[in-house]
């Protein structure tokens, strides 16, 4: 095995010095121990990790003080005067100006609404204007239609007199010619 510290050879493997002569059986109580030992070993550098992350802690807190140094400090301290100057003189300044312009805004809308509630209320009256002359104009002209519907039996008469006489005159003018066409007709 590599790395550092001391190997124990693996109880199948030839003891150091020992010539051929192979360890004594895996029952006895020192092999079983040297077993043990070597797993520990194989565990440790396997999976025991803590000594190569403390060893890259150690590295990143090194570097982190002594590269970075403070420079994160003085970004957040001018971070934090930013955040205090925008609060003390920027936002006081804000708020003046949009509470200022909310008012003329305020102002405008009402004047608009105002203008516009007169508006409405001038187009509900001439409506009404409208609607009332409309209403009168057609009650005029269903008395005139009602009176004209009853007239028209008087003038229906009147006419139909007129017409009568007149058919009456032509018969007595064409009955009148006759009779001088007849006068004539004898020669």
Known sequence: MSGGGTETPVACEAAPGGGSKKRESLGTSGAAHLIIKDLGEIHSRLLDHRPVTQ??????????????????????????????????????????????????AVQRLQAANDSICRLQQREQERKKVINDHLTASEKWRLLQWE????????????????????VERLREQYAAMEKDLAKFSTF
């Open 55 to 104: 060893g890259e802690i150690r590295y990143f807190v090194k570097e982190f003080e002594e590269k970075r140094g403070l420079r994160e400090l003085r970004v957040l301290e001018n971070v934090k005067s930013m955040i205090q100057e925008t609060n003390d003189r920027m936002l006081p300044r804000c708020r003046e100006t949009m509470q200022d312009g909310l008012e003329e």
């Open 147 to 166: 009176e004209f519907l009853k007239e028209q039996p008087q003038r229906q008469a009147a006419v139909d007199d007129e017409h009568r006489r007149a």
